[in-house]
């Protein structure tokens, strides 16, 4: 994978990232780079959510599907994009939906690195990305290590907010047990992508939702205005 996981997290993903499965990923991604293959994110900054958002300070996931395949778009973070590039679609459905449910101005731009240094783990399913090539890297061994991090953070004490937003992040957090029987909130909706979005993902609230639960749990609240 070529990206230090963080100290956080080892313990937890351990297991996943010794098998021959992880491996193979590995190879794969350096074959496909040596190949002259443009992968976003780039190396450095793959394990950016977890580095960002420490196992333990975790309050809030909201499952992605895979990074932003466009250049300059991925960084690390499911649904964010650096400083200086625009918000894309989905993006701009989920700041009018936070609008909508909290009365936060859309920010002007499309960085979510405030909510993962709140505790917010912005997680895709795959990490990588062949440019241009939206789930390019499905099934080659992502899947096993981030559901490893989803798992740890379920299998922990501390009440937690799942947004799962489309049918992808659903089925992907569908087989962990914990988050069945665990002390957590989990909250479906559509997908705010501009092809989902009018289905019930507007109107759905997740914020005012994560919100008043972490209060009720005494973990305190996410600020989830984007200054900058």
């Known amino acids: ?121 912005l997680l895709n399913a795959s990490l990588t990305v062949e440019a241009h090539k939206a789930g390019s890297h499905a099934g080659r061994g992502w899947e096993a290590i981030t559901d490893a991090a989803v798992a740890a953070v379920a299998k922990g004490d501390l009440p937690t907010v799942f947004i799962l937003w489309g049918s992808h992040a659903q089925k992907k957090a569908g087989h962990i047990p914990e988050l069945a029987s665990g002390p957590h909130l989990v909250i479906r909706s559509p997908h705010p992508s501009p092809l989902s979005a009018h289905r019930g993902f507007f109107g759905s609230k997740p914020f005012s939702k994560a919100n008043a639960f972490l209060e009720a749990q005494g973990r305190g609240t996410v600020d989830w205005s984007l200054p900058g």
């Open 1 to 121: 994978m070529g990206d230090a996981v963080p100290p956080s997290w080892q313990a937890a993903l351990e297991p996943a990232l010794t098998t021959p499965e992880a491996r193979r990923l590995g190879g794969w991604l350096r074959a496909e780079e040596d190949a002259g293959k443009a992968i976003f994110p780039p190396r450095g900054s793959r394990l950016r959510a977890l580095e960002l958002t420490p196992l333990h300070e975790v309050k809030v996931v909201i499952l992605g599907q895979d990074p932003y395949h466009g250049p300059g778009q991925a960084h690390g973070l499911s649904f964010s994009v650096p400083e200086g590039v625009p918000p894309p679609p989905s993006l701009v459905n989920i700041y009018k939906e936070l609008e909508a449910d909290l009365g936060i101005p859309r920010p002007g731009h499309g960085t979510l690195e405030h909510w993962a240094r709140q505790g917010v783990l």
